[in-house]
Nanobody, 120 residues
């Protein structure tokens, strides 16, 4: 069974840091480009970072220079180090395959995500 389990979110002050983790199972992890997405209330889900099996990374302009994506293919885990957090980073964060989200039975599959709240 395919499973994506995000963790590491929480409540932090502006300027603070968090490190998110995503444990994947049921896929050939090392062969997939993986990414972190986020969705804030009332807004569409957006891709904020992705990483190839070899470690090449891309970032949305809104997070470039502040976020770092990494992966451990042996542990089947993707990480997102978030520094200098801003209130506008508040969202539920999800991991998934890129460019298309993981598909099960012809339908896109998403995990539960992890809530990140940046507030004073």
């Amino acid at each position: 069974q395919v499973q994506l389990v995000e963790s590491g979110g929480g409540l932090v002050q502006p300027g603070g840091s968090l490190r998110l983790s995503c444990a994947a199972s049921g896929i050939t992890f090392s062969l997939n480009v993986m990414g972190w997405y986020r969705q804030a209330p009332g807004k569409q889900r957006e891709l904020v970072a992705d990483i190839t099996s070899g470690g090449g990374a891309n970032y949305a302009d809104s997070v470039k220079g502040r976020f770092t994506i990494s992966r451990d293919n042996f542990k089947n885990t993707v990480y997102l180090q978030m520094n200098r957090l801003k209130p506008e980073d508040t969202a539920v964060y999800y991991c998934n395959t890129v460019p298309l989200p993981l598909r099960i039975g012809g339908r896109n599959f998403w995990g539960q995500g992890t809530q990140v709240t940046v507030s004073s």
